[in-house]
């Protein structure tokens, strides 16, 4: 049985979490462009029971990240959309609450894709128990988790950055861009973000300590970056497209690699771009430059490597060597609101839903 609670999002925030009632997001419509809160149902549904083999989730923490706009349309992708009516989806982290698996215990934190929803059951294939040492168990959604893993094995495997290179890095304050950044500077290179506001690229700079920022809102964004990159650009990390890829494309350096991460600023696209179709011109970079430009589906393609990254974000945490920023919500019912706003560029850092509490009082 579920019970409507609203169609837009805008549910009051005395709704909190509690053993009563398993408040669920899911597809109301698909988007036309931007989405609206008009696209997302919130809705009250039955907690349910755990058969043998199985746990009982709850979500403690739930990650936001652009790549949930592409699931919400039924153009073909590499995953398969979410349905009319189904929960959106997302990786959370979890408390089990019962256990009918001899590999959990209840009390156990594990990362879980259970998405936007108080409780989920699962059968244990799919979770990643956390361990009792990550004293913030949100970073298991950030910097230890996919975000994480998307910039190491992006810039590391694909990038292959070398000491003396110069790296560029599309939204550079992001929970991808900025640890792309940081790691590149760790290789010895020089590193230029680009970000969305003066204060993002104060961070960027000041904060992280990349090279230089140049704020995508710019309207010298091609002859500023050309300043900051007199010896061209030999490796792009692509998390944007549009206007940013524009400026970058004429500065690419013969073998630079170019890691296709996102296209964030297509997302919300209904039709092509206007202007000069410039996709010969990219094609005769790629071949008169010997360019290599790679797209990665980041868990498909490296998932079998999380312990090699797991071993050295952690090292470089624990060494101060990597820093890192969450901006956090509170609140479930705040989660379709946030998420339009990460379409649009408004949260610093990496965005994550509070759900609920380490501890529920019963």
């Known amino acids: 049985m579920t019970t409507k609670l609203s169609n837009n999002g805008n549910t009051p925030t005395s709704l909190e979490q509690n053993w009563q009632q398993n408040r669920q997001f899911t597809l109301a419509s698909r988007p036309v462009g931007a989405p609206t809160a008009e696209n997302f149902n919130l809705i009250n549904a039955e907690i349910p029971t755990p058969s043998q083999g199985e746990v009982l989730l709850r979500t403690v923490y739930l990650s936001l990240d652009p790549y949930m706009r592409g699931r919400m349309s039924d153009a073909k992708s590499y995953a398969d959309p979410v349905a009319i009516g189904e929960v959106m ?5 979890c408390r089990v609450e019962q256990s009918l698996n001899d590999n959990f215990q209840v009390g156990d934190l594990v990362v879980a ?4 929803q108080d409780y989920a059951l699962s059968n244990g294939d799919d979770l990643l128990i956390l361990p ?27 990038g292959q950055p070398k000491a003396g290179e110069t790296v560029v890095v599309a939204a550079a304050s992001g929970a991808v861009g900025s640890l792309v950044g940081q790691i590149a500077k760790l290789q010895g290179c020089r590193v230029i973000g680009i970000a969305g506001s003066e204060d993002k690229c104060n961070y960027v700079t000041d904060t992280l300590g990349f090279d230089a920022c140049l704020n995508h809102k710019d309207a010298n964004l091609a002859q500023l970056l050309a300043k900051q990159c007199p010896d061209g650009i030999d490796v ?8 940013v890829f524009d400026a970058v494309m004429p500065l690419l350096n013969s073998s630079a690699r170019v890691p296709v991460c996102g296209l964030i600023s ?3 696209a209904t039709e092509l771009p206007s202007g000069p179709d410039r996709i010969s011109q990219l094609m005769g970079l790629i071949l008169v430059k010997r360019i290599k430009m790679q797209g990665f589906i980041v868990f498909d393609d490296y998932g079998h490597r999380y312990n090699e990254f797991s071993q050295a974000m952690g090292q470089w945490l624990v060494e101060g060597k990597i820093k890192y920023r969450e901006d956090k919500v509170i609140g479930l019912e ?12 408004e949260n610093f850092g990496k965005l994550v839903v509070e759900v609920g509490p380490l501890e529920l009082a019963k």
């Open 89 to 93: 989806v997302g990786g959370a982290v």
């Open 334 to 345: 705040a989660a379709a609101n946030a998420f339009i706003g990460l379409l649009q560029g």
């Open 266 to 268: 297509q997302y919300n």
């Open 132 to 158: 009792k040492a990550l004293t913030t168990s949100s970073y298991a959604l950030g910097v230890l988790g996919m975000p994480g893993l998307t910039a190491y094995m992006g810039l590391l495997d694909i």
């Open 113 to 116: 894709y259970t998405g936007w």
């Open 236 to 243: 792009y990390f692509e998390n944007v497209g549009g206007a």
